[in-house]
Nanobody, 120 residues
């Protein structure tokens, strides 16, 4: 079970951190963040492997977003900086076993989402 939190309203250029707490065998999961803007499909944002040693990002957030995890707290974070109105979306955390993936269909477990709104 995944529980996301930390969304909110922020001005363009600002920062925000969203978090996702997981139950179960969290340290073994690959964790991902996806987002879905109104009227658009859910898209990959970032992923991190079970140890935290490997990360991958979609091009549009590279250099602005950082994914990290704390296995002792069963929590994965997405630190977002230099936010822009186009980053406005519901952000979902997801988990899967085994290898890293950027594909939405590869993830088994999903959180409920947290809304991030960036005002211009």
């Amino acid at each position: 079970q995944l529980q996301a939190s930390g969304g909110g309203l922020v001005e363009a250029g600002g920062s925000l951190r969203v978090a996702c707490v997981a139950s179960g065998r969290f340290p073994l999961y690959v964790m991902g963040w996806f987002r879905q803007a109104p009227g658009k499909e859910r898209e990959f944002v970032a992923a991190i492997n079970y140890s935290g040693s490997n990360t991958v990002y979609t091009d549009s957030v590279k250099g602005r977003f950082t994914i990290s995890k704390n296995n002792a707290k069963n929590t994965v974070y997405l630190q977002m900086s230099s936010l822009q109105p186009e980053d406005t979306a519901v952000y979902y955390c997801a988990a899967r076993w085994n290898s890293m993936s950027t594909s939405r269909t590869d993830y088994t477990y999903w959180g409920q989402g947290t809304l991030v709104t960036v005002s211009s």
